[in-house]
């Protein structure tokens, strides 16, 4: 292999030294003496941005490990398999009796591959590459894909809500009858939630997918996700802004969770979102959509939806700690931020050295809500002194709005009107069960370990 091949590959100095020492290259099916073991596996391209001291094996299993050099004492070469990272294409099937369904991408990882030189993802999304990467999306429905943006998720924001939203009210005009919308995890619920406030009582379902795990390994959840979610867009009676995710550890169903009730709960988990103080919509499996709840909006035949796409990119989360100080506040103020939602601790409270912040705050006209960081319950704020002490300085409380989805609603109120009572009352009436009358008794449920009721009751799920 020249040179050039090799500083393609990542491979320089040390590592580049081992693989000339033992007469093997990038794509060698080798098996590797160490002192910690054998291992058998093929010789991995590596990030140019790696260092030269790990081989990259990816295991018959299909997971990667980096053994260090130093470790090496023998390398024997077995074969040589070089992967093509082009994923194969095929005509997707299109029959009249399937419903149809847009595919709209952001970016994410769903039916991808990953390139081992770069490290970056190289994604499937023509109905062709859908096809040959998820065959069984032909039995479900007629694909149609376009890209919006090939972005990581951390970097959609108002510009990229509000080109969504006008997209999925182009499609609904156009007569689709279920869209899906690929999107990485990180800020899913984020834009789910916008999206529930910028696309108002769609006729058909609208789904937001993505995966926690590249489809190049065997515990991947990104084709069974793509699957749950064209089942739900194709056949679902729910026309609501959705997320379709792992409902469980195993490969058993995906649950379906309103936009302004999910959150992602876990870095790493594939069942990482989870419905907060609530119960999700439904269940989906390749078999269907079982829902948990009849009160939410039904598909029809009609091409009626509200586009609301408005955002005023002025406003500010602020998580608060204790010890804050004012400054924090006053930055906002000084930088022209038109809105402040604060995630409280407890029944939503903050200390007092702040207090003078929020009085200016509000002064200049900037609108502040409070939320409460706990996550599942409602702010109460008439309770304790303090509570009441923020009320009557102008702190405003959203019952029981998660904090991301309390920032998603007044950033997109203040892009409507700059009327603070009217921005009160816009935030203040539930649009799409951001606000809930009430928590149902199993809304609030964490599996804590250790607890008998909690591990008798895995042993029965998990025989």
């Not at 058998?40 to 490990?65: A, C, M, Q, W």
């Not at 439904?282 to 009626?304: H, I, L, W």
């Amino acid at each position: 292999m020249s040179d050039a091949q090799d500083a393609q590959n990542g491979y320089h100095g040390v590592s580049l030294a081992t693989l000339r020492r033992f007469g093997v290259d990038v794509w060698s099916d080798v098996e590797i003496e160490t002192s910690r073991g054998a291992f058998r596996g093929i010789i991995l391209p590596r990030s140019e941005f790696d260092d030269s001291t790990h081989l990259v094996l990816k295991l018959k299993t299909g997971y990667n490990i980096g053994i260090e050099i130093r470790t090496i004492t023998a390398i024997v070469e077995l074969g040589k398999t070089e992967a093509h990272y082009k994923i194969p294409e095929k005509d997707f099937p299109v029959s009249p009796e399937k419903p149809s369904v847009t595919l709209l991408g952001t970016g994410g990882t769903i039916a991808s591959r990953l390139d081992y030189r770069t490290g970056a993802v190289i994604p499937a999304f023509s109905p062709g590459e859908l096809y040959g990467a998820v065959p069984e999306l032909a039995d479900i429905c007629n694909l149609t894909t376009e890209k919006l943006f090939a972005v990581f998720s951390e970097n959609m924001g108002p510009q990229e809500y509000i080109t969504l939203a006008k997209a999925v009210g182009a499609e609904i005009e156009a007569g689709v009858d279920g869209i899906v919308i690929g999107h990485g995890t990180d800020t899913m619920h984020h834009t789910a939630s916008a999206l529930a406030f910028m696309v108002q009582t769609p006729p058909v379902p609208v789904v937001m997918v993505g995966s926690q795990r590249s489809s190049d390994r065997p515990s991947s959840d990104a084709a069974l996700n793509l699957i749950y979610a064209m089942t739900t867009a194709a056949t679902s009676d729910i026309a609501e802004v959705m997320v379709c995710m792992f409902g469980s550890t195993s490969d058993e169903y995906g649950l379906l969770h309103r936009g302004t009730r999910v959150r992602k709960m876990h870095s790493s988990y594939r069942s990482t979102f989870r419905t907060i103080g609530d119960i999700p919509l439904a269940a989906v499996t390749r078999a269907g959509v079982r829902p948990f709840r009849s009160d939410y909006n039904r598909r029809r035949d009609d091409r009626e939806v509200g586009i609301h796409p408005f955002f005023e990119e002025r406003i500010s989360l602020l998580y608060y700690y204790p010890n804050m100080h004012p400054d924090i506040i006053d930055s906002l103020v000084d930088n022209g931020y038109k809105g402040i939602v604060i995630a409280g601790t407890g029944l939503g409270h903050v200390n007092k050295s702040i207090y003078p912040a929020i009085e200016r705050a509000v002064s200049a006209g900037v609108a502040i809500y409070m939320t409460v960081q706990t996550l599942w319950g409602y702010v109460h704020m008439f309770v304790y002194d303090t509570g009441r002490d923020l009320m009557a300085k102008g702190v405003i409380p959203t019952e029981n709005m998660l904090p991301e989805v309390a920032y998603i609603k007044l950033g997109w109120a203040l892009g409507q009107t700059d009327d603070l009572d009217r921005v009160q009352e816009i935030m203040l009436t539930a649009i799409c069960s951001e606000i809930t009358e009430r928590e149902p008794h199993d809304g609030y449920l964490v599996f804590q370990g250790g607890m008998p009721e909690i591990e008798e009751f895995l042993k029965k799920v998990n025989r």
